[in-house]
């Protein structure tokens, strides 16, 4: 069946980078998109970027700009996302999930259909 | 930034239809999409492309946009249906998506 599974929950200190994988399966991943999405305890849902698995193409939240990087494995069929200089308010339970791309002025995708199980990422000194 | 904007909290009783908005200034222009999240979970994608339903979520919701607002509405909640609610877009440029702010619905 269509699952993506992220890596193991971190323990990063102030500064200090992390990064996260998701493996997919079941389904081609060269032909959609994968987001990251995170969540801060108790807060809303915050979109961070996405990657076009196909072409390696990215867009980033400005958010995020300056610290993001996703990139993908095609061979592994796993995309990565790597967030730099971490601070306590990093602490949130990180995302990924896949969306079919949709040609269309009104909007680039079907929506994200797939969710990985997330990862939990807790910054502290 | 851009900025969709939802009301906080939105309560009904079982069988009522509920109806959750979400405003913003491209929504005319680009599709909304319609995630639900129940505690402690990952959300599940309930409309996308403004009104179109995945397979698996159940027909009493749909969704519609016009103008510069988008709404949920499932039409006899039930307990079940309880969870928190995005809308997510994409400002005009088409560059920049972001989730609402979430709508906490109660069904009691």
């Known amino acids: 069946q269509v699952q993506l599974v992220q890596s193991g929950a971190e323990v990063k200190k102030p500064g200090a980078s992390v990064k996260v994988s998701c493996k997919a399966s079941?389904?081609?991943?060269?032909?959609?998109?994968m987001h990251w999405v995170r969540q801060a305890p108790g807060q809303r849902l915050q979109w961070m970027g996405w990657i076009n698995a196909g072409n390696g193409n990215t867009k980033y939240s400005q958010k995020f700009q300056d610290r993001i990087t996703i990139i993908r494995d095609t061979s592994a069929s796993t995309a990565y996302m790597e967030l730099s200089s971490l601070r306590s308010e990093d602490t949130a339970v990180y995302y990924c999930?896949?969306?079919?791309?949709?040609?269309?002025?009104f909007g680039s995708g079907r929506g994200m259909d797939v969710w990985g199980q997330g990862t939990t990422v807790a910054v502290s000194s | 930034s851009y900025e969709l904007t939802q009301p906080p909290s939105v309560s009904v009783s079982p069988g009522q239809t509920a109806r959750i908005t979400c405003s913003g200034d491209a929504l005319p222009k680009k599709y909304a999409y319609w995630y639900q999240q129940k505690s402690g979970q990952a959300p599940v994608l309930v409309i996308h492309?403004?009104?179109k339903r995945p397979s698996g979520i159940p027909e009493r919701f749909s969704g519609f946009s016009s103008r510069t607002m988008a709404t949920l509405i499932i039409s006899g909640a039930q307990v079940e249906d309880e969870a928190d609610y995005y809308c997510f877009s994409t400002d005009i440029s088409g560059n920049h998506r972001v989730f609402g702010g979430g709508t906490k619905l109660t069904v009691l």
């Open positions: 079941g389904y081609s991943f060269n032909d959609y998109y």
């Open positions: 492309e403004d009104s």
């Open positions: 999930a896949r969306e079919e791309p949709l040609v269309s002025l």
